[in-house]
């Protein structure tokens, strides 16, 4: 609406110019200065010899004959310049008036039924899916970064959404083109919903595909059937145990200049230590009475080097003698705006789980892992966990 905006007041300008050179310059010439008269003295006054009058002769010719009015021409003029006024102010304005009821009525069609004239192509990493119109895959400047291959050849994706893009327009527009593509609906789960994952999800064939916004972005999720059907349920139930275990007591805050912000119950013991990293300062969860522990500690600063290869420089800084850590398997995940990955690592004999997140406020890529392989408060920090800067 701005660009029309624009439009219409250049219009009026326009107009209102060419109307003024009309008139004024056209319509009322300025009048040229005449010389002052120049008075001569008076003289004496003569006696001038009597007039006789003459008879005043009658010409009847002159009866029969049109009287021409004495501002005939001014007025043939006026209505001349009247007539170059009006036509092309006239047409100015009705071709403006075309031309806007044109754009508003494209404007209501897109509010309407969603931008469907922008440039639509198929979804990175996902077969005969469509993306939504003019939106931008989200990782398209590290097409060579390996956890973004990882994470494509997974069966996801991410797209930015267009500027004023509604989820309820990205919605109706899915559930036309998926249906006219061969995909069955199976069901949508509104944001908030207490025992389900939101999103769109579909299935065909063998394959399952959750739809769903995150940050102001699409996201697209292969899952099995099974999975598409309960709408991720189990995934849902083990996320609410977890926070009635972290509910069930007074939590406890980091320091305020640390570069994470998030709430641990007060049956952890909280410590600080260095790292070779400067200023940076690793932190660690110990529960009370146990030897359950979870690290978060800082590797490298971001995409200086892929996450793949800081995690394994990871396992080399905390390898020594008696104990040696190795990566096993990797997969990316999406963690707030950006990715991250979970990673399996062998600890001598046993297995555990770590992840490698980028924290957006400081610009460091972190290593968060548990010492164990089932760690409660290691899911607890990886879905509440936000960086100092970000917004409640």
């Known amino acids: 609406m701005k660009i029309y905006s624009s439009l219409l007041i250049s219009l009026l300008i326009e107009i209102f110019l060419y109307s003024y050179y009309l008139v004024y310059m056209k319509l009322f010439p300025k009048k040229k200065k005449q010389a002052s008269r120049i008075r001569m003295p008076k003289g004496e006054k003569k006696k001038s010899a009597p007039v006789l009058r003459r008879k005043k002769r009658i010409d009847v010719s002159s009866i029969f004959k049109k009287k021409k009015h004495k501002y005939s021409y001014e007025r043939r003029s006026e209505k001349k310049y009247i007539k170059y006024i009006v036509l092309p102010l006239a047409f100015i304005l009705f071709s403006g008036l075309i ?7 494209i404007l209501l069609r897109q509010s309407a039924f969603g931008t469907k004239e922008g440039i639509i192509s198929q979804v990175i990493g996902l077969e005969e899916i469509p993306t939504y119109p003019d939106s931008e895959f989200i990782f398209q400047d590290r097409m060579e970064d390996s956890v973004v291959k ?19 327009d990205v919605e109706s527009y899915y559930m036309e083109e998926m249906q006219n593509l061969g995909w069955e609906f199976v069901q949508s789960v509104p944001l908030g919903s207490p025992d389900k994952k939101y999103g769109q999800y579909w299935i ?16 697209y999720e292969s899952i099995s059937i099974d999975d598409a059907k309960s709408a991720l349920a189990n995934l849902v139930k083990e996320e609410i145990e977890r926070e009635m275990l972290m509910a069930s007591s007074e939590k ?9 912000k998030i709430q641990v119950p007060k049956e952890y013991i909280i410590k600080y230590s260095p790292t070779d990293m400067k200023d940076l300062r690793a932190v660690s969860f110990q529960k009370i009475g146990t030897i359950d ?26 390898s020594t003698d008696e104990i040696k850590y190795g990566v096993m398997n990797s997969i990316p995940i999406s963690f707030r705006d950006t990715l991250g990955l979970k990673s399996t690592l062998q600890k001598n004999e ?34 509440n966990i936000k960086p100092l800067d970000a917004k409640e």
């Open 99 to 105: 031309f806007l009821a044109v754009k508003y009525v």
């Open 150 to 168: 990882e994470f494509i050849s997974q069966g996801n994706s991410a797209y930015r959404l267009p500027v004023g893009a509604k989820i309820e």
């Open 204 to 219: 065909k064939e063998d394959l399952g595909l959750r739809i769903y916004s995150k940050f102001k972005d699409l996201w």
């Open 252 to 260: 406890q805050d980091l320091l305020p200049d640390y570069p994470w």
């Open 293 to 318: 522990s979870v690290e978060i500690f800082p590797i490298g600063y971001w995409k200086a080097k892929e996450l793949d290869f800081m995690l394994n420089d990871y396992c080399k800084l905390k």
């Open 350 to 383: 046993e297995t555990i789980t770590a992840y490698t997140i980028p924290n957006t406020y400081n610009s460091v890529v972190y290593v968060i892992s548990a010492n164990s392989e089932n760690s409660p408060l290691l899911e607890y920090l990886i879905e």
